[in-house]
Nanobody, 110 residues
Framework: QVQLVESGGGLVQAGGSLRLSCVAS????????MDWYRQAPGKQRELVAA?????GRFTISRDNSKNVVFLQINSLKPEDTSVYYC?????????????WGQGTQVTVSS
């Protein structure tokens, strides 16, 4: 099985930045990919649109050798307030399985 542990959330003022981290651990799995979702109060969980270009507000980076994924969020807005979840797709005992972390709260004050 795969365990995902997120860190890096917190309370930040609008305009600030945060870097979230997620580490995957476990045994007998082959990681397929890792990404980030978020869920605001009363809303559905959604994929965080991020790329590795560094040009947008959301930048995702990975260390595939260590099964670690990061999410850099810049110019934070109050509407970014959500629980951010690490998600992984991994092969485990011949099945491609979705795994989720417990989430890390990001709160942006105006």
């Amino acid at each position: 099985q795969v365990q995902l542990v997120e860190s890096g959330g917190g309370l930040v003022q609008a305009g600030g930045s945060l870097r979230l981290s997620c580490v995957a651990s476990g045994s007998m799995f082959i990681m397929n990919y890792m990404d980030w979702y978020r869920q605001a109060p009363g809303k559905q969980r959604e994929l965080v649109a991020a790329d590795d270009s560094g040009k947008g507000r959301f930048t995702i980076s990975r260390d595939n050798s260590k099964n670690v994924v990061f999410l850099q969020i810049n110019s934070l807005k109050p509407e970014d307030t959500s629980v951010y979840y690490c998600h992984a797709k991994a092969w485990y005992r011949g099945m491609n399985v979705d795994y989720w972390g417990q989430g890390t709260q990001v709160t942006v004050s105006s």
